[in-house]
């Protein structure tokens, strides 16, 4: 799936990931992120820690990556929802 499926697949499916917060095409050094961005054309899926400080999680293809994220998000929301 392209990025942009998974933005509509996320909206229409209403996912419960606490505090975290999902963002699309930019790495942004804040806490409590998890994003997906582009950069010389390699994908990345990244989270950042308690400072800001951006982890990278994972890196390959736009397809590979989008999956990567939703079930990173799927994990996430689980761990939740055994609280």
Not at 29 to 36: A, E, T
Not at 52 to 64: F, N
């Amino acid at each position: 799936m392209t990025v942009n499926e998974l933005k509509d697949k996320l909206t229409s499916e209403k996912h419960f990931t606490g505090s975290l917060q999902i963002v699309f095409g930019v790495k942004i050094p804040s806490p409590d992120i998890l994003g997906i961005y582009e950069e010389n054309g390699v994908w990345y899926v990244y989270d950042t820690n308690d400072r800001g400080g951006i982890v990278i999680l994972d890196s390959g293809s736009e397809a590979d990556m989008a999956d990567a994220l939703y079930r990173r998000i799927l994990k996430i929301e689980k761990r939740y929802m055994k609280k």
